[in-house]
């Protein structure tokens, strides 16, 4: 939190800076402190020592917090997603319109981006069902789609994204086509087996799932004996320049 103070102000003296606010927050009843935790990390004298840290949503709230000229743009960009994100809960159009204009800028074409969002829908139909037999919280939705992913492609959703080099990315987004077929397949099947046999509660969901994992497996090793290629790739599609380009241009 140190770090971000001293990017955020002109404070000769971020660590004092960052204790005088924290007090000033829990007075004012702020949950960013109760949310603040603290991880050991490298120090400037080269020791491992604890500090403060937050995570995504409490670096927002400690920006709003902060009364200094550098954070105005950061709290002028989130300003412009809150009220685009409440014209999007009146006009859900307007989301998929962003998400569209969002693919096309980072290259994808009109085929693939149709596609996309077909399998949104597709996947949509998938918990939807999960729900109606038992599935509620959403680790367990985690789970049964781990199951899908490691029955074809032997790694779980985290190992498969780490295999690829992403992290918070989507990594249907990072997929070839082939990995996007096999993935479809999966899911498509779980759906079908889910609707018909009406398995109800994780145990019998994920039995479910394994088994259409299993199905896109075998389309794999059949894709794969018959092209001579891999169907799993460690290719992505990440574009940083894009993403820091673009990130707070609604500040602009």
């Known amino acids: 939190m140190v770090d971000v103070i001293a990017a955020l102000t002109d404070s000769e003296n971020p660590r004092k800076y960052w204790s005088v606010l924290k007090l000033r927050l829990k007075k004012e009843g702020s949950q960013v402190t109760t949310k603040c935790s603290q991880l050991k990390m490298l120090a400037p004298d080269g020791k491992m020592r604890l500090r403060d840290t937050l995570d995504t949503k409490g670096i927002f709230r400690l920006i709003e917090s902060v009364p200094s000229p550098k954070a105005e743009p950061f709290k002028l960009w989130l300003a412009q997603l809150g009220s685009d994100r409440i014209d999007e809960v009146f006009d859900p159009e307007k989301a998929i319109v962003r998400a569209i204009d969002y693919y096309k800028k980072r290259g994808y074409d009109d085929k693939w981006i149709q ?123 990440l574009d940083y320049n894009y993403i820091n380009s673009n990130i707070f241009k609604d500040q602009k």
């Open 115 to 237: 596609s996309r969002i077909h399998a949104i829908f597709k996947r949509k139909e998938l918990t939807d069902i999960w729900k109606e037999n038992g599935i509620v919280d959403d680790v367990e939705y985690a789970i049964l789609t781990n199951d899908i992913y490691k029955g074809w492609s032997g790694m779980t959703t985290r190992e498969y994204k780490k295999y690829k080099g992403i992290r918070k990315e989507n990594l249907r987004d990072n997929m070839s086509d082939i990995e996007v077929i096999l993935t479809d397949l999966g899911e498509t099947v779980t759906r079908d087996i889910a609707r018909n046999e009406r398995p109800f509660g994780l145990s019998e969901n994920r039995k479910a799932a394994r088994r259409g994992g299993s199905v896109a497996k075998k389309t794999k090793e059949f894709y794969e004996e018959t092209t001579g290629l891999k169907a799993v790739t460690n290719s992505n599609s």
